[in-house]
């Protein structure tokens, strides 16, 4: 009988220690994935991801797990990317996706609102806030929101042309605070959103108003950096 229990008890453990090292490895793997992504897009094939339909039902995302991102890193078409969204003084460059629906959210940013257009209204884009690296996706956002950063700019490129916003608010708002998304009388913003900590525990947000608009190809080698450093965008 005791050997009999101590057989099971080994095999508990032995269990225990197998799922332990997949979900050990399981992150690992996903911060690679992330970390190693660079994204192939130009604006011939921005132009040809605004045709294709998108899902917009942002209130419904729930966190990803590292399986997710995984899973999405092998099988997203780059040519779902409609541009790229930089903010430098946090280390974010991440592409952009059109609507919060698929993998959209796994690999990148995405558009909260149907039609959204650079340089124009409120332009809000969500993120998601990962453990497995400070650096990855929107989790700056959250990692820096003690930090003093009124002042710095945020980009937006759809390959055509380059929008600067200056940061204006950074703040955690209630998960219900669905006013994020709404336009700013007589303002042209840009809203960042993500998950502070969890979606329970409300939103990060870091919002910006437009500054300067410039072409692609006027712009500085050292803006186009700042979208280049971590992805193969061009013409």
Not at 64 to 89: C, E, H, L, M, W
Request: aromatic residues 10%.
């Amino acid at each position: 009988m005791k050997k009999t229990s101590r057989i099971l008890a080994y095999i508990g453990l032995t269990i225990l220690l197998i799922i332990s090292l997949g979900l050990i490895f399981n992150q690992q793997i996903a911060k690679i994935a992330l970390e190693t992504y660079h994204p192939h897009v130009t604006a011939k094939s921005i132009a040809a991801a605004k045709e294709k339909p998108a899902s917009f039902d942002w209130q419904k995302v729930n966190s990803v797990s590292s399986a997710q991102i995984i899973q999405a890193r092998f099988k997203t078409n780059d040519a779902n990317f409609i541009g790229y969204v930089a903010v430098p003084a946090m280390g974010i460059s991440l592409p952009i996706s059109a609507g919060t629906g698929g993998d959209n959210l796994a690999l990148g940013a995405a558009t909260v609102l149907p039609n959204q257009v650079m340089g124009q209204g409120n332009y809000v884009l969500a993120s998601h806030m990962v453990y497995i690296g400070k650096n990855l996706l929107f989790s700056p956002l959250y990692y820096h929101k003690d930090d003093g950063v009124k002042g710095q700019k945020i980009y937006l490129t759809d390959l055509k042309n380059v929008y600067e916003y200056t940061t204006t608010e950074y703040k955690v708002v209630p998960s219900t605070a669905i006013q994020i998304t709404d336009p700013v009388p007589g303002k042209k913003v840009i809203t960042l959103f993500t998950c502070n900590y969890s979606h329970d525990e409300g939103r990060v947000v870091l919002r910006g108003e437009l500054t300067k608009t410039m072409a692609w190809h006027d712009t500085s080698k050292k803006i186009k950096d700042y979208f280049q450093d971590q992805n193969n965008s061009g013409n």
